[in-house]
């Protein structure tokens, strides 16, 4: 397991790998927080710390929930308000220490407008 905190240590966060990629989406709420996704399977992250210490966000379709520490106020994850309808769910890697996420190649996804996505090394 990799681990992370928030800013104040308290939420903690353990993935099961390094992810093989990230996203960075554009869309109204990502870009201004400024996240970068790793996904994984709801089940599979363990998050020490919520709900007690956390405070949730729930936005346009209804179908998750941005959640961010009480305290410090830095965006921990996002989860599905239904997890027999959608199992993923997003870990802000911009918690963990750089060197734990490594070189990973981060994916740009348009969520503002068309949701298409691609990497900048495949663009002519």
């Keep these: 397991m990799l681990k992370a905190t928030c800013h104040c240590g308290a939420v903690r966060i353990e993935i099961p790998s390094r992810p093989t990629e990230i ?3 554009n869309c109204s709420t990502c870009r201004r927080l400024g996240v970068l996704w790793a996904y994984y399977d709801v089940g599979t992250v363990n998050i020490h710390g919520h709900p007690e210490h956390t405070d949730e966000y729930i936005q346009g379709d209804k179908t998750l929930r941005t959640v961010r520490c009480r ?4 965006v921990t994850h996002w989860e599905p308000l239904d997890t027999k309808a959608y199992t993923r769910m997003g870990v802000n890697v911009r918690n963990f220490e750089p060197e734990v996420i490594g070189d990973v190649r981060i994916r740009l996804l348009d969520g ?11 663009l002519p």
Excluded: V
């Design 112 to 122: 503002a407008d068309t949701w298409e996505s691609f990497f900048w090394e495949d």
């Design 23 to 25: 996203t960075n989406c």
């Design 71 to 74: 305290t410090c106020g830095c």
